[in-house]
T-cell receptor
Framework: KQEVTQIPAALSVPEGENLVLNCSFT??????LQWFRQDPGKGLTSLLL?????REQTSGRLNASLDKSSGRSTLYIAASQPGDSATYLC?????????FGQGTRLTINP | ETGVTQTPRHLVMGMTNKKSLKCEQH?????MYWYKQSAKKPLELMFV???????ENNSVPSRFSPECPNSSHLFLHLHTLQPEDSALYLC???????????????FGPGTRLTVL
């Protein structure tokens, strides 16, 4: 059974810092890995999707990497801004299911 | 309307009520999903539909009854719920569930359900 773990559970940093969020998964037989953002009480917004054959994806200030063999992914956020404050969720897809981690709650302090 | 929409956005119901959640996707997708998000727990997959056919029921209690009349609409019928069923219910869609490498799920804003 696939299990996804995100560390840390919460992170608070000053504005302007570069930061890394971590995601690990137990079963490396995945199709893809997706990073989402969720604002309080809201739905999920897809940030980046990395296919199993890829090593990384970039979108603006965000860069996600995937090391399938070691069961790890990182989300790098450059030059953080208060608007980046949200919960970041990692999800891996195997067969039909998307299995989620519990998320990292990120707070960027002005 | 674009993307995935869900109605209502908020719902308060008693344990003896019957209500329905609605999801509609405007992306031309063929697969739709219901997820439950409880406080302090990861998102849990509930049901999967592909081309209107249910392909997965993740051991969900029968007080939750899904319905998918076509590829664009998905309902979740609720009856005799318990307070522990209070959660954010999220709907998502994807092109299919074929497991193809390029599948990406798109989520609606969710329905915040409170059971009294």
């Amino acid at each position: 059974k696939q299990e996804v773990t995100q560390i840390p559970a919460a992170l608070s940093v000053p504005e302007g810092e570069n930061l890394v969020l971590n995601c690990s998964f137990t079963d490396s037989a995945i199709y893809n890995l997706q990073w989402f953002r969720q604002d309080p009480g809201k739905g999920l917004t897809s940030l980046l999707l990395i296919q199993s054959s890829q090593r990384e994806q970039t979108s603006g200030r965000l860069n996600a990497s995937l090391d399938k063999s070691s069961g790890r992914s990182t989300l790098y956020i450059a030059a953080s801004q208060p608007g980046d404050s949200a919960t970041y969720l990692c999800a891996v897809r195997g067969a039909q299911k998307l299995v989620f981690g519990q998320g990292t709650r990120l707070t960027i302090n002005p | 309307e674009t993307g995935v929409t869900q109605t209502p956005r908020h719902l308060v119901m008693g344990m003896t009520n019957k209500k329905s959640l609605k999801c509609e996707q405007h992306l031309g997708h063929n697969a739709m999903y219901w997820y439950k998000q409880s406080a302090k727990k990861p998102l849990e997959l509930m049901f999967v539909y592909n081309f209107k056919e249910q392909t997965e029921n993740n051991s969900v209690p029968s007080r939750f009854s899904p319905e998918c009349p076509n590829s664009s609409h998905l309902f979740l019928h609720l009856h005799t719920l318990q307070p522990e069923d209070s959660a954010l219910y999220l709907c998502a869609s994807s092109p299919t569930t074929s497991g193809g490498a390029w599948e990406e799920q798109f989520f609606g804003p969710g329905t915040r359900l409170t059971v009294l």
